[in-house]
């Protein structure tokens, strides 16, 4: 026997709270089972939100949550930007790589046919920019083939260390789109030393080499700094030394150091609290490209259709947040 | 630029002040810009419109039928919301009751609302007067749990509910939106049933006297009935209001509750 009273409760306490404001109702006696979908058709008729049923009560939001990705920058709605993980082997062994690359790491390659699919599907599905990353992918004999995949898809950045530009590599660079494409070099200090001490000795030499030749072949070049969080006072003199190279101030980019890989520090990023960026790997689809060797990050294993895979981390994403808002009302109200 | 419009409205729910900030930022740019003043019952904002403090009330029915009577019929109504001309009150009884209608009640106890509320009280009263049941052949639960708020609260109107629920009275007199609040018998099946409706008429208005021109009333009606439904921005309100659009008043709807009052002799003042 279903205590009809409860809606009788509901209207009378939701109508005593402010819109947006959440309420507890007991749901008194009887089968709580019976109880609850009563409730929660009655939220759904009346245009009220159930948020939980717990402890012999019924938690609801007076009136719809609104969409929890309203006020999102464009540029940070997930699906907007498409990581691919060319690789995870790499000719260097940064003490604080998030994807723990190395010369030692499995390469793990995507491949052309994967990288062209996904260019292709990237494009129906409303992304607007890709961005190649590794291990190195300058690695990669066929890198100039997976790039133009990209480039001839949508605008795109490509990650490397920079130290690569020469030989049979250097002409690779060369066959690469210089409008649709960027290149996004790593450099963490204006002097060699912060930089070695985390990427090896004579690494920082070579990036900056690197920086000249890319920008001489005619390349927009953006850098990209990993900063650990008791080096901000390197920041200016950093920035000074980036302007000497001729790169545009929108183009110096700071990262944090996240405390994912083989970083024994950093900003921890759980995905709850992490705006995600859909990133591909061999292995599957990750939340976020600083997680994509993380299997509590990885969202699919199944790469296509890569359409269902953004709108799997879409649903997550907007299910964290609403839980984050409704967290948030909950607190004042105990 | 003249000063803005001011506009009373009873607190009978904590929404009110989203929805008036909402009305408020509405207007602001508009040629007739307007703030608001809240009241916590419509004895208190009707003798602040009569004293000038305001310059119009958001009146429930009753409000409007005692303004007019202490206006000796001077004051006019500007606009309403389009469920304000379809307002109904709904009999319900405990389903499988047997009652099909207003004559069965004689000798049965029906619980009614609070009693300056016109949905769930005064007119209830009027619809088994007019079905010619006479006083005495049905005994009246009232339960006076909003008074001054004319039962926008809808507090006496579930309190009539659960009296039905409870077995303490055979059927229940209510407002059609709070009906609609418990999802008609819809949710609570085997529960309640509805029995006999009543022939619409009209509810809430924005009353003005005379002292307010033409000249300022004009362009803020012009405005208040040009919000949208389909417009995002306008959308939440409306739907906290209980509306779809703004309409023109329909003042015929006011017929059964003037005689009400007069039948009842209801007073002008609280």
Known sequence: MVNHAIILDLVERTAAVADGATVAVPLGPGDPSPLAETVAAWCARTGNELLAVRDGGAVIRRGRAPDPLVGLAPGQMPGTRLWMYTNFDCNLACDYCCARSSPQTARRALGIDRVRRLAGEAVQAGVSELLLTGGEPFLLPDLDDLVAACTNALPTTLLTNGMLFRGNRLERLRRMDRNTLVLQISLDSATPDDHDSHRGTGSWQRAVAGIRIAQDEGFRVRVAATLPAGQAHELQPFHAFLDSLGIAPADQVIRALAHRGKATAGLELAIEALIPEVTVTADGVYWHPVSADDTDQLITSEIFPLAEAIAEVRRRFSDYRARANAAAQWFPCA | ?270
């Open chain 2, 1 to 270: 630029m003249s000063a803005p419009l001011i506009v009373g409205s009873v607190a009978y729910t904590p929404n009110v002040v989203t929805i008036w900030e909402g009305i408020r930022d509405y207007f602001a740019g508009s040629p007739a810009e307007m703030d608001f003043v809240l009241f916590s019952n419509y004895g208190r904002q009707v003798d602040a419109l009569l004293q000038g403090t305001i310059d119009l009330a958001w009146n429930t029915n009753l409000a409007w039928v005692r303004t007019v009577a202490q206006t000796k019929g001077a004051c006019r109504a500007l606009a309403m919301r389009d469920t304000d001309t379809v307002f109904r009150t709904m009999f319900v009884a405990r389903a499988g009751s047997g009652l099909g209608g207003l004559e069965d009640l004689t000798g049965r106890r029906l619980a009614l609302g609070s009693r300056d509320s016109a949905q769930a009280a005064i007119l209830p009263v009027h619809f088994l007067t007019r079905a010619g049941l006479t006083p005495g052949e049905v005994d009246f639960l009232r339960i006076d749990s909003d008074v001054g708020k004319h039962g926008d609260t809808g507090r006496s109107e579930l309190d009539a509910l659960r009296a039905v629920l409870d077995d303490r009275a055979d059927a229940a007199a209510i407002g059609i939106n709070t009906w609609e609040a418990i999802g008609r018998d819809e949710l609570m099946p085997g529960a309640l049933e509805l029995f006999w409706e009543s022939p619409v008429y009209s509810h809430c208005n924005f009353t003005a006297l005379p002292a307010l021109s033409e000249e300022r009333a004009t362009p803020w009606v012009e405005h208040l009935l040009g919000m949208d439904w389909d417009n995002p921005a306008h959308r939440p309100i409306l739907e906290m209001e209980g509306l779809r659009r703004w309409v023109v008043p329909r003042l015929e709807g006011y017929a059964s509750l003037f005689e009400a009052v007069r039948e009842q002799q209801i007073g002008s003042r609280w």
